[in-house]
Every structure is written in structure tokens, then in C-alpha cells.
């Protein structure tokens, strides 16, 4: 029997949606710190704290697909059929990277709420 030939998982969606989730999750600390340190002002500025309520799920969402994508990395995926040679999918260096830079730029928008006060 021919052993079934699958393709690595694409890491790539989850990280993406893991930096969307934190930078949407940290909108209402860092994007109004961003947009008063670039020179824009107004009362507008104080709708961006609407997104608050929804911060606890957006950080579960983030950590949730952090997870998922370093499951995907860190972990070989084997298929195989019986008596036929296995195919191990190891990532490569490039996901590595991305995961764990992506990952340290999340982590640095989560906790924005609590190194923000201290540059101001």
C-alpha cells in the first residue's frame, strides 16, 4: 500500500489571527497612547474604549490560536498506512521565527495596559 502524502499544516493563519486578535484585544490602551504620542487629538479618540468589555475574550482568542499554531509547529505530524514507510513534517526554521516573533509582539500589546502608565 502507498503510504497518504499530506502537506504540512499552515502555521501561518493562526499566528496572523493571534497578532489580530492582540492588537485588537490592546486597541483601547495602546491606540489611544499611539494616537496622542503621533499628534492626533480629539474626543473621537475616547470611542477606541469601547472595545474594552471585549478584552478578556480577545486575549482567550489569542492565546487560544498562539496555542494552536505552536501545537502545529512543535508537534510532527505522522500519517501512515500499514506496512508502508512513515512521512514525518517537521517546520521549518522560517515558521519557528515567526511564531516566536509574533508571539513577543503579541505579548508586548497584552500588557501594554500596565507599562503604558509608567512612560507617561
Known amino acids: 500500500m502507498q503510504a497518504t502524502i499530506r502537506k504540512p499544516a499552515n502555521t501561518n493563519q493562526y499566528v496572523i489571527g493571534g497578532v489580530l486578535a492582540s492588537v485588537s484585544a490592546s486597541l ?18 475616547s470611542r477606541l474604549m469601547l472595545v474594552e468589555p ?32 512513515c512521512a514525518v513534517y517537521k517546520s521549518g526554521l522560517y515558521n519557528k521565527l515567526s511564531f516566536f516573533l509574533s508571539g513577543a509582539l503579541a505579548l508586548v500589546l497584552l500588557t501594554s495596559v500596565y507599562w503604558i502608565p509608567l512612560t507617561a
Open 28 to 45: 483601547c490602551c495602546i491606540g489611544p497612547f499611539f494616537l496622542i504620542a503621533t499628534g492626533f487629538n480629539g474626543a473621537w479618540i
Open 54 to 85: 471585549f478584552q478578556p475574550f480577545l486575549i482567550l482568542l489569542t492565546a487560544l490560536l498562539f496555542m494552536l499554531a505552536g501545537w502545529k509547529i512543535f508537534m510532527p505530524v505522522t500519517e501512515h498506512d500499514e506496512g508502508s514507510n
